[in-house]
């Protein structure tokens, strides 16, 4: 069965810092990109970071950009993100999300269960 | 990156069609032809609905159909199901990946 299973989140306080991962199974995990897209609470889906196939390119949003790195190990098909200087604006529900393509064309057609990460003191 | 433009909400009745419209500019939906959209139920994660304007994954009925014109891209619901009630999410390709605001669809 295809999957990805992310864990790591939890409840930290602002500048805080947590690492999710994303495990995945089912397919061959180095060949895909894989985004991270995050939902605040009533809000819309947010791409936040995305990763190429092989690691060489990675994607950040501006809100993030500079607080947050993207990483993946494709010899233990897991992703990454870590986090650091939390703020309250980054509470949300955290997906990994397979991509169709080695690059992030959009098309995410498996996605995991979401971890919570709640910055609040 | 500014997300993409979609109406906060939209009804149908059971049977009905029902077009959801997601406006971005020529630097996303008008200049690339990855646009995806996504069912997504409270609490769950996002289903692929449509990929690359208008092709649809194994196992999404074809009841679900994608086009684009221009800068607008457009999901359109046919023959409406209340299992179709959700939020609905268009996506584009941009460099990056920037999505809709979200359509709230309601099957009357």
């Known amino acids: 069965e295809v999957q990805l299973l992310e864990s790591g989140g939890g409840l930290v306080q602002p500048g805080g810092s947590l690492r999710l991962s994303c495990a995945a199974s089912?397919?061959?995990?180095?060949?895909?990109?894989i985004n991270w897209v995050r939902q605040a609470p009533g809000k819309r889906l947010e791409c936040v970071s995305s990763i190429t196939s092989s690691g060489a390119s990675t994607y950040y949003a501006d809100s993030v950009r500079g607080r947050f790195t993207i990483s993946r190990d494709n010899s233990k098909n897991t992703l990454y993100l870590q986090m650091n200087s939390l703020r309250a604006e980054d509470t949300a529900v955290y997906y990994c999300a397979k991509d169709q393509r080695s690059w992030n064309s959009g098309g995410m057609d498996v996605w995991g269960q979401g971890t919570t990460v709640t910055v609040s003191s | 990156q500014s997300a993409l433009t979609q109406p906060r909400s939209v009804s149908g009745s059971p049977g009905q069609s029902v077009t959801i419209s997601c406006t971005g500019t020529?630097?996303?939906?008008?200049?690339?032809?990855?646009v995806s959209w996504y069912q997504q139920y409270p609490g769950k994660a996002p289903k692929l609905m449509i990929y690359?304007?208008?092709k649809r994954p194994s196992g999404v009925p074809d009841r679900f159909s994608g086009s684009k014109s221009g800068n607008m891209a457009s999901l359109t619901i046919s023959g409406l199901q209340a299992e179709d009630e959700a939020d609905y999410y268009c996506c584009s390709y941009a460099g990056n990946v920037v999505f809709g605001g979200g359509t709230n669809l309601t099957v009357l």
């Open positions: 690359d304007v208008n």
């Open positions: 089912g397919f061959t995990f180095g060949s895909y990109a």
């Open positions: 020529s630097t996303d939906v008008g200049g690339y032809d990855y």
